[in-house]
């Protein structure tokens, strides 16, 4: 267990009972997380590019994670595979990760939309609108204490008035309206896409000191 992430595991109490509601409350939120697939898949959203898309790719890794990353959306590996982040730019985040000590099991990992665009053309307003609530339920369900978003598609729904140039780096809290109409307050750290800095010399150099910061900022989040 790395020492700066506070996991939510069970309490320390070897009571069987302890364990059983832990339990419980782990299933209802991969249950909550399945029921948004379903809703998706219920309510057709973006038909045509679910037509052309392979799967739905709603997300991966540990959901009960203190950090959610947010990326774009699925490319050609992650389409075939059904998981995010697992192309080139899956496995340059998988080393940043590494260098402040986490795992893709540490983490919660998924994208604003979530079919691949045909020939990884760049999601379209209408489909990071009709997105968005899902995203909104998922992070409801597991209540990150940072929310990572990977350039500037997914930054621009919580910030929308930032320049990423300007903002990178540097973690906002921000009151943000879910999807039931209530209003919570968020701490998003906007950085650039692993994608776009991969082969970017100054951008890549950003990001990997971006990237370092992550875990003094988490340990500051109450
Ligand atoms: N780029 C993204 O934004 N998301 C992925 O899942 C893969 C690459």
Not at 101 to 120: A, E, G, H, S, W
Not at 143 to 168: C, N, Q
Request: glycine share 6%; hydrophobic share 40%.
């Amino acid at each position: 267990m790395h020492h700066l992430i506070v996991r939510k595991h069970p309490p320390g109490n070897s009571r069987v009972g302890a364990h059983i509601l832990y339990n419980r409350n782990m299933d209802s939120k991969q249950t909550r997380l399945d029921q948004i697939k379903s809703d998706i898949l219920d309510n057709n959203i973006c038909p045509d590019l679910a037509e052309t898309a392979t799967n739905l790719v709603m997300g991966d890794g540990n959901t009960d994670a203190d950090i959610v990353f947010i990326g774009e959306a699925p490319g050609k590996n992650e389409d075939e595979q059904g998981l995010p982040f697992v192309g080139a730019a899956g496995r340059f985040l998988n080393e940043m990760l590494a260098s402040i000590d986490l795992d893709r099991q540490d983490i919660f990992i998924t994208n604003i939309v979530k079919y691949r665009p045909p020939n990884n053309r760049d999601p379209l307003p209408d489909e990071k609108k009709a997105f968005w609530p899902y995203l909104l339920r998922q992070l409801e369900v597991i209540e990150p204490k940072i929310i990572v978003t990977l350039g500037r598609h997914s930054m621009e729904y919580f910030l929308p008035d930032a320049k990423i140039s300007l903002v990178h780096g540097q973690p906002k809290r921000i009151p943000v309206k879910l999807h039931d109409g209530t209003t919570t307050n968020w701490v998003i750290l906007p950085l650039y896409h692993p994608a776009a800095a991969l082969y970017n010399g100054g951008m890549r150099e950003t990001l990997l000191d971006d990237f370092q910061r992550v875990p003094e900022i988490l340990s500051k989040i109450a």
